[in-house]
């Protein structure tokens, strides 16, 4: 988009505030931003003059349909698109969209996991309108953004918890506020999602059965050339590449979601997208749409775009940083500010944190865990499976000497005094940044690392939200408990108790060491390793509690996510099983019988010759000696792919399937890839990641 255009067409496709402000009359408008900004109710009045200025703008815009856009429990979002044509019984149509349309929707939506929340007979679900989330035009479509519940009016999807979390958080963070004096109008998350993906050759993709059907390569010998040069990372970027970036970026922008950082990541291929944080649940619903518009514009470039967490062996895989901040107003409170009393909040705010995720670790852990996430976790490549907190040069000390009541070293760098006597200076330091940890104060956010990159990141938001409004409250409650004493006292208190009880889980070093793993063990930290030993944490019937008390999800909506978590775990590792087996028996043996078959026939007609072809007869039984491995490893999967087929507890299913059916994937692999390695290059049947990940 040439440099003018820019900010002219800058969310022009999204319905924004300045758009409703032109179109509603302004006791309407009032109305709806009570509704945006303070939640009050709204009104069908209301609705209905919303949807009519919503339609006149969709119209000027090209868009003949309109979709309740939603996101199940798949985590992607879902459609279903409804034009606006109303037949006025002469022949003609007239455009109508009505406040009832815009409000609640009703999709035939009985396919969607819901965790058996619904059984088939009542599977009606609704859809209903998220004011806070504004409406945008996507392919000729008015999309609204929604939430979707059951009949019953159980959460079916990832916003609604999302959005009730966020409820929570506000409404205990400003408690808390209020004991420093502060009454802000609006509390609230805010979340810069930053994005990795790979981008390959679309007939590369189209050539591998294992990317196509599971997102991810399920065989591949190591390349030649792996990542070792780092010449990947911030290189400069390739024409097609960047092509596809630019068209990206105009895109976005249009949607008004303010994409900022594009590079090159570690990996050869792999990209990483980074926009301006936005508003908790509004980020989240931008990332996706982010990663949407990503699939599709890499199409238009002859590319596919991956983002499964571990496309390839050899290289790293995929995640997504979850910056994450709390705002009182247009205040960061993570900020620490200059003047001691925002210090004092500050701190009381940062101890909150480390409780919150030192008590909820294992639920944090489980907020991310998935079948593709598995191969990147403790892989040296993203954070351990150990839920730790890093502080960085700045606080470490502080803290340190808070739990020791000491007065901390002086520090030579710009510091900013708190002023309180009881308190140490707090050193203003954004640069110091450790890539290993899981969860890191970087200068006045927190960057949770551990999220997949085709993850809904609503899920670890919503555990994070929760938690820290547990801690507000308990703040809240410690200073009502400690009423005849000075609040300063109280507060600091409550800050160095804080950190002393929640000590184990501070840790600023190397994150991917074997020491760690020893240590973490030593201090009792939860080391979850996979998705079946992530997920029981969910049910837990004390993390139950914790969600019922903040009204963000009850036990059958936990129990449904339990059982849906567990349940696509094990169906996507039965995809890539039966994909493992399809891939083998059609493409694999055949190619390499094939190739073992020509090279046994030049051995017997040059031995009718009296030549003895040493070689070829030393690689037709390496041949057969692989095919032979082949066959029984791919007999054996099938097996017990079969045997995890069979069990209907979903836990079971899921503890099997880690047990039994992914040993035997790798044995499957590791026997076809070695078989790679001398098959003839002509014979061999899909692409090599030499090719996928060099040839670009
Ligand atoms: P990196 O972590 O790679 O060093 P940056 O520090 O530039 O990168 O920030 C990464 C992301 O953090 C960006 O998306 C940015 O918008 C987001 N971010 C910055 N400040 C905040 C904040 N207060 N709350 C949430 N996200 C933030
Ligand atoms: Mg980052």
Same mark, same amino acid.
């Given at each position: 988009?040439?440099?003018? @255009?820019?900010?002219?067409? /800058? ?43 919503? @339609? ?51 999709? +035939? ?20 309108? +998220? ?23 159980? #959460? ?56 196509? $059907? ?19 990372? %911030? ?37 990483? $997208? ?44 995929? !995640? ?8 009182? +107003? ?71 000497? $808070? ?8 520090? +030579? ?25 899981? %969860? ?53 208190? %409550? ?24 240590? #973490? ?27 019922? @008390? /903040? !009204?963000? $999800? ?116 590791? #026997? ?10 002509? /014979? ?13």
């Amino acid at each position: 988009m040439a440099t003018d @255009k820019v900010s002219e067409e /800058y969310g022009s496709l999204l319905f924004t505030d300045k758009d409703m402000q032109e179109r509603l009359p302004k006791p309407t408008y009032k109305k709806l931003m009570q509704v945006i900004k303070e939640g009050a109710p709204l009104d069908i009045d209301i609705a209905n003059e919303v949807a009519h200025a919503m @339609k006149e703008w969709a119209l000027e815009k090209g868009a003949t349909h309109y979709t309740h856009w939603f996101q199940p429990l798949t985590g992607i979002t879902s459609e279903k698109h409804d034009s606006f044509i109303s037949p006025k019984g002469d022949g003609s149509v007239l455009m109508t969209f009505s406040g009832k349309e815009l409000v609640q929707g009703e999709p +035939d939506a009985s396919s969607f996991p819901s965790g058996g929340l619904r059984a088939t007979f009542e599977a009606r679900g609704y859809t209903v309108w +998220d004011p806070t989330s504004p409406a945008f035009i996507k392919d000729e479509v008015l999309c609204i953004p929604t939430a979707f519940i059951s009949y019953t009016g159980e #959460a079916l999807d990832k916003k609604t918890p999302l959005l009730r979390s966020e409820v929570a958080l506000e409404k205990q963070a400003k408690r808390l506020l209020a004991l420093f004096g502060q009454k802000p109008h609006r509390v609230y998350t805010t979340i810069g999602p930053e994005q990795e993906y790979f981008l390959i050759k679309e007939e590369d993709y189209q050539a591998r059965p294992d990317l196509i $059907l599971t997102g991810r390569t399920l065989f591949g010998c190591e390349p030649a050339k792996g990542q070792e040069l780092e010449e990947h990372y %911030f290189g400069a970027i390739r024409p097609t590449v960047n092509e596809f970036m630019k068209e990206l970026d105009d895109e976005l922008w249009k949607l008004g979601i303010p994409a900022k950082t594009k590079h090159n990541e570690v990996a050869p291929c792999q990209h990483e $997208l980074a926009p301006i944080f936005e508003r908790g649940s509004l980020a989240i619903d931008d990332n996706l749409l982010t990663m949407e518009k990503m699939k599709l514009i890499a199409s238009h470039h002859g590319l596919v775009c991956l983002q499964h967490e571990k496309p390839f062996d050899y290289v790293n895989g995929s !995640g997504k940083h979850n910056n994450w901040s709390l705002c009182a +107003d247009n205040k960061n409170l993570l900020e620490p500010g200059d003047d001691p009393q925002d210090n004092l909040q500050f701190l009381v705010f940062l101890a909150c944190l480390v409780a919150a995720v030192d008590d909820h670790a294992d639920l944090l852990r489980m907020s991310v865990a998935s079948a593709g996430n598995d191969h990147r976790l403790g892989a040296n490549e993203a954070p351990p499976a150990i839920i730790s907190v890093f502080l960085g040069d700045a606080l470490t000390p502080i803290v340190e000497a $808070l739990v020791k009541k000491e007065q901390p070293e002086a520090h +030579d760098r710009e510091s900013i005094d708190l002023g309180v006597p009881q308190l140490p200076e707090v050193l203003r330091d954004n640069t110091d940044r450790n890539r290993t940890s899981p %969860f890191a104060f970087t200068g006045n956010k927190f960057e949770f690392r551990m999220c997949g990159s085709q993850q809904n990141l609503s899920d670890p938001n919503v555990i994070l939200n929760t938690a820290v409004a547990e801690q507000c409250e308990r703040f809240v409650d410690y200073v009502a408990d400690r009423a005849d004493e000075d609040f300063t006292t109280v507060a600091m208190r %409550f800050v160095r108790h804080t950190f002393r009880d929640h000590q184990r889980i501070l840790f600023d070093g190397n994150g991917y060491s074997e020491e760690w793993e020893a240590e #973490a063990a030593r201090r009792g930290l939860p080391n979850l390793k996979t998705t079946p030993d992530a997920l029981p944490a969910l049910v837990k019937p004390e993390n139950i509690k914790f969600f019922e @008390k /903040y !009204g963000v $999800l009850s036990e059958t909506e936990v129990h449904a996510r339990y059982v849906a978590k567990a349940e696509q775990y094990a169906k996507l590792l039965n995809i890539e099983a039966n994909t493992m087996v399809y891939m083998t028996r059609h493409m694999y043996l055949p190619a390499l019988f094939d190739y073992s078959g020509d090279i046994a026939t030049s051995v017997a007609t040059k031995a009718e010759l009296g030549i003895d072809a040493k070689a070829e007869k030393k690689m037709v039984n390496v041949l057969t000696d692989g095919i032979n491995s082949i066959s029984d490893a791919v007999d054996d999967l099938e097996a017990k792919n079969a045997q995890a087929k069979n069990l209907e507890d979903p836990q079971a299913a899921d503890d099997c399937y880690r047990d039994v059916v992914i040993p035997a994937m790798t044995a499957l692999r590791t #026997a076809v890839d070695d078989m790679e390695k001398v098959c003839g290059h002509d /014979y061999w049947p899909v692409p090599s990641y030499n090719k996928m990940l060099f040839y670009v």
